[in-house]
């Protein structure tokens, strides 16, 4: 009968058995692995031996399997990174292989010759840190992760039990997909804060430009605050009604097309919003009401 797979699986097999792995098949299992390639030991039973009855362990040599890393992955990565994504890759590959992946590929941090458990104990822990963790797979030993993850996306080249287990499915079987998945998830939610933020800082100049104009006549007081000089109470809050009209049809092809989204930390992210939808949210109505307010002086009876 024959043996094959991981150093450590088949160097069991063979001690069970009596025997032990020759010194050369060590030298190359270690070689392979600090290559990036994955070492298969292969070994054999050489028959039952007739005084004790034993089988025979016989290691026959190793296998070299080269990991290809896809091109162009260290930059998904880095776009992973730069949206303040930290990426972890998960392998059932030794120690020496996994590292050599996780340097050429560009992941924050690995774990190796991981068991299922292993991967589902990974994702808890995160989980039990307060991280939100995805987690792409393809393989029946990932389904327990897919399931556990906040996010799971399997590969549409999986196993049935991937897919099952999994959220979403990944038509083009691409593990670096999330990055569009976020992307995604990440231009509506910032859509949304955008608009909510210039309309509520549209409301607040709105009203801060319109009040002083009402009741100036009652408090004589608040001329000073009205900065605009708006021509009366009427042509103020017919300024205030045309433009919020306007400034809603504006908005419309905005909400729309969404916002572009760029990759950044959420703190990049809310300075931005603050900035361009924030401030040109009070910027906005002073200079529109204005303007408005200027064209209706010229109509009679809003004096």
């Keep these: 009968s024959f043996r094959k797979g991981a150093a450590s699986a088949v160097a069991h097999w063979v001690r069970e058995l009596g025997g032990d792995l020759p010194p050369g098949v060590r030298d190359d299992v270690d070689a392979i692995a600090r290559d990036g390639g994955t070492p298969l030991v292969v070994a054999m ?3 039952a031996d007739q005084v004790s009855g034993q089988q025979r362990p016989r290691v026959l040599g190793t296998v070299h399997l ?12 880095a776009a992973l990174r730069r949206m303040g994504i930290r990426t972890v890759m998960i392998t059932g590959d030794n120690r020496l292989t996994a590292a050599a992946i996780a340097k050429e590929a560009g992941v924050d941090d690995y774990l190796a010759e ?11 822990q995160e989980q ?3 991280q939100l963790v995805a987690m792409t797979g393809d393989g029946t030993n990932d389904a327990p992760a897919l399931a556990a993850a906040d996010v799971g996306v399997a590969m549409n080249s999986g196993t049935q039990a991937a897919k099952e287990a999994a959220n979403m499915v990944d038509l083009d079987s691409d593990p670096t997909k999330l990055i569009d998945v976020v992307a995604i998830g990440k231009q509506l939610l910032i859509t949304r804060g955008s608009l909510t933020t210039f309309s509520v800082a ?10 002083p104009a009402l009741f100036v006549t009652v408090f004589p007081g608040l ?3 009205n900065i605009m000089g708006l021509a009366s109470p009427k042509s103020a809050i017919l300024a205030a009604v045309i433009f919020n009209a306007i400034i809603i049809v504006l908005l419309v092809p905005l909400a729309l097309r969404g916002v572009r989204y760029r990759p950044m930390s959420a703190q990049q992210a809310l300075r931005r919003n603050l900035l361009i939808y924030g401030l040109g949210g009070i910027i906005a ?5 204005k303007i408005i307010d200027l064209l209706l002086a010229v109509v009679p009876g809003l004096h």
């Design 45 to 47: 039973s050489d028959g």
């Design 66 to 77: 080269a990991d290809v890393v896809k091109p162009g992955i260290a930059d998904r990565f």
């Design 114 to 124: 991981a068991t299922p458990e292993d991967k589902l104990t990974r994702i808890r």
């Design 128 to 130: 039990n840190a307060g």
């Design 202 to 211: 549209n409301d607040v100049a709105k009203y801060f430009a319109i009040i």
């Design 223 to 225: 001329s000073l605050l």
């Design 285 to 289: 109505p002073f200079i529109g009401i």
